[in-house]
């Protein structure tokens, strides 16, 4: 099995910034894709920032400029480094890989269970 752990989340001052990790564990052969996805209440999860295995990166307009993905020097960890957080950041981040677990499967999506990050004065 895969499993994405997710930590870093807190709560913060707006203007204020976190970084949220992500380390994936388990029979991983190869990971393609890896990123953040966040998800307020009552509304549906939304993209955050995605990495390929290329290191190209994508954001969502409303974090473009503020938040940066990046990957550890350790295999298959990365994180999220959030900065001039807003109230509207406030949601749970969800960390997600597109893993091969073996040179002879395809690529599947795994999630990790979510931290917390709350923006407010």
């Known amino acids: 099995q895969v499993q994405l752990v997710e930590s870093g989340g807190g709560l913060v001052q707006p203007g204020g910034s976190l970084r949220l990790s992500c380390v994936a564990s388990?029979?991983?052969?190869?990971?393609?894709?890896m990123g953040w996805y966040r998800q307020a209440p009552g509304k549906e999860r939304e993209l955050v920032a995605t990495?390929?295995?290329?290191?190209?990166?994508n954001y969502a307009d409303s974090v473009k400029g503020r938040f940066t993905i990046s990957r550890g020097n350790a295999k298959f960890t990365w994180y999220l480094q959030m900065s001039s957080l807003k109230p509207e950041d406030t949601a749970v981040y969800y960390c997600?890989?597109?893993?091969?677990?073996?040179?002879?499967?395809?690529?599947?999506?795994?999630w990790g269970q979510g931290t917390q990050v709350t923006v407010s004065s």
């Open positions: 997600y890989a597109a893993c091969k677990r073996t040179v002879f499967r395809t690529y599947e999506a795994y």
């Open positions: 388990g029979t991983i052969f190869d990971i393609k894709d």
């Open positions: 990495s390929t295995s290329g290191g190209i990166a």
